[in-house]
């Protein structure tokens, strides 16, 4: 996926059907799918990799999911994504183990919860960190001065100017479920 995201470093974030088909006909080559439930994942899936689309999980938000490692294993066995992405330690560390990408998802909301990033980074032992809100280059470059694993800038990624800004601060990548952002 690092090539993918070098070339392509818009993720499309996609919470809906409506969305669902908007990114099938764009240029994203990753999908963050971030809605759905165990009865469509794998119909959901399979329409983006028909479209050549590298899919990501967030198990997080599927309805009938639960945060436990039995959750991956379906994801894996079931729908054929390539990822999963979780704000789970757990979680995350069990789709590395199956040898999926994973992304472990992070709300920035203070100084405590950038803090004790690093120590769930240990356990979790991501691809990818996503932090959320993305529209803070200021975090992203701390984060870039504290890890080395590739940081994704995401949530409240609205421009052009937050995306190079994201990019800019360090970030590899942003992902975001504004539509006219994913033709940037």
């Known amino acids: 996926m690092d090539e993918l995201l070098r070339d ?4 499309a974030s996609v919470k809906d059907d409506a969305g669902l088909r908007a990114v099938a006909e764009s240029e994203c080559p990753v999908v963050f799918l971030l809605y759905g439930s165990v009865l469509d994942l794998a119909g959901l899936v399979r329409q983006l990799t028909e479209h050549g689309k590298t899919v990501l999980v967030n198990v997080d938000m599927i309805e009938g999911l639960v945060s436990k490692e039995i959750a ?39 100084s405590f919860s950038y803090h004790s990033l690093g120590r ?31 940081i994704i800038a995401g949530g409240l990624v609205c421009d052009k100017d937050d995306v190079l800004a994201a990019l800019g601060a360090g ?14």
């Not at 479920?177 to 940037?184: E, F, G, H, T």
Request: proline letters at 6%.
């Open 171 to 184: 970030a590899t990548a942003i992902a975001s479920s504004n539509v006219d952002v994913w033709a940037m």
């Open 8 to 11: 392509n470093p818009v993720i």
């Open 120 to 150: 769930q980074i240990a356990v979790s032992k991501p691809d990818y960190i996503e932090i959320l809100p993305g529209c803070v280059p200021r975090v992203i470059g701390w984060l870039r001065a504290d890890t080395t694993v590739p």
């Open 72 to 110: 991956v294993r379906f994801v894996h066995e079931q729908t054929g994504a390539a990822g999963i992405l979780s704000t789970k330690a757990n979680i995350v560390r069990a789709a590395r183990e199956r040898g999926m990408l994973a992304v472990h998802r992070f709300f920035l909301v203070d």
